[in-house]
């Protein structure tokens, strides 16, 4: 391990982890790219390298983080150093694109909800209760800071009520939630090592192009099962049919954006044009429901053709 990998890394993944405490706006988004540097240096160096320089790194980080007064970022970085290594693992296995991120997602699942069931048994809380208090808390922060400006009386109640419906609507979806967070950032780090690992000149697996890639034709019984439990049933099956169906629609909403990059590329679109478009999608919310009914009816409409030319 050079003295020269060490420190880059370092750097690297400290910026990305403390992003989301020093950066307005966009240190949240930039804090997911945490694992990039421990997948750039697992698979530049091996599995066996990858792993004592991810470890050297965190208790560099852990060190810094506690002398500054952001402990919490140690447990960040232990999640996100494990998956790069992991991402480093799957890519090296040549697997497909939607196998590597179903794995990785599970596996980073798994480790966070090991996470937060000993923080919340180190606090006497079960798991949700303290994701509960958690929210309750900030909000209530928030309440304080707006009430400080000089707000009425009545606005304040309102703002409280509103608060109340946002923390136990969070609280109910809060599983798919971190389902979809977990693909989502997944996802991200397998889209810009691509470019890292050109630019570096390491092999990087030869996924299917992305501008064809398609949700399972058998999701679509997920959609009809889960709409007939919203709407039809009650209780604690309702909030499963939920948390099940937000998934389901996300990895529709991903079949949308690749028809969409399907098109940018046949009509070879220009970057700056593109870039305002990404930037629409994610600032609409209805193109993001678009794209996701787009992606849900795309087996029966076929919008790029390829299911037409794979049967000719």
């Known amino acids: 391990m050079k003295l020269k990998d060490l420190l880059g890394c370092v750097g690297c993944a400290a910026f990305f982890l403390l992003a989301s405490a020093w950066i307005p706006l966009f240190g949240p988004f930039l804090s997911l790219l945490a694992p990039l540097p421990f997948l750039y240096y697992s698979t530049k160096l091996g599995l066996y390298q990858g792993i004592k320089i991810a470890a050297a790194t965190m208790l560099i980080i852990g060190l810094f983080a506690k002398l500054i007064g952001f402990p919490q970022v140690i447990l960040f970085g232990v999640e996100f150093s494990l998956l790069g290594i992991a991402l480093s693992e799957l890519m090296r296995r040549r697997l497909s694109l939607g196998q590597t991120i179903f794995i990785a997602t599970a596996f980073m699942l798994a480790l966070g909800i090991c996470f937060l069931f000993f923080i919340a048994l180190s606090e006497n809380l079960g798991p949700f209760e303290m994701i509960s208090k958690y929210l309750q808390g900030h909000l209530r922060e928030t309440i304080n800071a707006y009430e400080q400006t000089g707000i009425t009386k009545e606005n304040a109640l309102e703002l409280e009520v509103y608060a109340k419906v946002f923390v136990d609507t969070v609280s109910n979806v ?19 090592a691509k470019p890292l690992f050109r630019i570096r000149r390491l092999e990087y697996p030869k996924f299917a192009p992305m501008d064809r890639w398609q949700a399972p034709d058998g999701l679509v019984w997920g959609v009809i099962v889960s709409g007939f439990a919203l709407f039809f049933l009650s209780g604690g099956i309702k909030l499963i049919a939920i948390n099940v169906l937000i998934v389901i629609m996300a990895a529709y909403l991903f079949h949308g954006l690749s028809i969409i990059l399907f098109f940018l590329n046949k009509y070879k ?40 030319r794979a049967e000719g």
């Open 269 to 308: 679109i220009p970057s700056w044009m593109r870039i305002g478009i990404y930037f629409l999608i994610i600032v609409q919310q209805l193109f993001l429901a678009v794209l996701a009914l787009a992606g849900l009816f795309d087996q029966w409409i076929d919008f790029r053709k390829i299911h037409r």
């Open 174 to 192: 809060y599983p798919s939630l971190m389902i979809v967070g977990t693909g989502f950032a997944v996802w991200l780090n397998i889209v810009l």
